[in-house]
């Protein structure tokens, strides 16, 4: 897979060295210090310019391009990077990094395929370790029309020791997987539910309160 990340500070730097294990990956650096500092990288072609610059991503090979990731610390160039490779060179797949959670909905909006909230992020993984909510939201997809939710059944829960088909779900919701212990379980119609399982559905976002109150009764 041909990949382009646009921004060489820390995040887009180590984002391209882990994918370019696997990948062919082009960054891009507008700063010219920057781009010396990792320039000597054998694993991926290091471009200093500006990624809102349609030349500059034609050097970086955005026409035979999978992927594009814009991972500046600018929310506004991060979205115009993603504009372009989606209109002008029709990349398959735009994923942007989100400064300012207030632009997450903005940029679904504006045609971005994954926006990533760095913010959110950090706040998921403290929400995993010290279990401050009923239900995790993992990620948003379908320009934040979907997502796929963890929610960790309590004792109390309704559906302890009921089957899955003894569950009323919303209509366009599913139970995708279940985690048990160290087992991972794709449960069929007559799967039974324990307290502690970790489930694991895809839901319409405006959906995840009725999916949580049909799996844990709290909302």
């Not at 814009?70 to 504009?83: F, K, P, R, Y």
């Not at 997450?104 to 971005?112: A, D, H």
Request: charged fraction near 30%; charge should be negative; aromatic fraction near 4%.
């Amino acid at each position: 897979m041909k990949i382009i990340i646009v921004g060489g500070g820390k995040v887009g730097y180590f984002l391209a060295e882990r994918l370019a294990r696997s990948h062919y990956v082009s960054l891009v650096e507008k700063n010219a210090e920057v781009t010396e500092s990792i320039a000597g990288n054998k694993n991926m072609l290091v471009i200093n310019g500006d990624g809102c610059q349609t030349d500059i991503l034609t050097q970086a090979g955005i026409k035979e391009c999978d992927v594009i990731a814009a991972v500046t610390g600018e929310d506004e160039d991060n979205l115009v990077i993603c504009q372009i490779a989606k209109d002008i060179f029709k990349v398959k797949r735009t994923v942007a990094r989100v400064n300012d959670p207030k632009n997450e909905k903005i940029f679904f909006q504006l045609g971005v395929d994954i926006a990533i909230d760095s913010t959110a992020v950090i706040a998921k993984i403290i929400e995993e370790e010290v279990s401050l909510e009923d239900m995790i939201n993992l990620c948003a997809f379908k320009k934040g029309q979907l997502s796929l939710v963890r929610i960790d059944l309590p004792e109390e829960a309704p559906i302890v020791k009921k089957s899955l088909k003894e569950i009323s779900l919303p209509a366009e919701s599913i139970i995708v997987a279940v985690l048990r212990k160290d087992h991972l379980i794709v449960p069929d119609r007559d799967f039974v539910f324990q307290e502690g399982d970790e489930i694991v559905a895809l839901t319409k976002v405006e959906d995840e309160g009725d999916v949580l109150n049909s799996l844990i009764g709290k909302m």
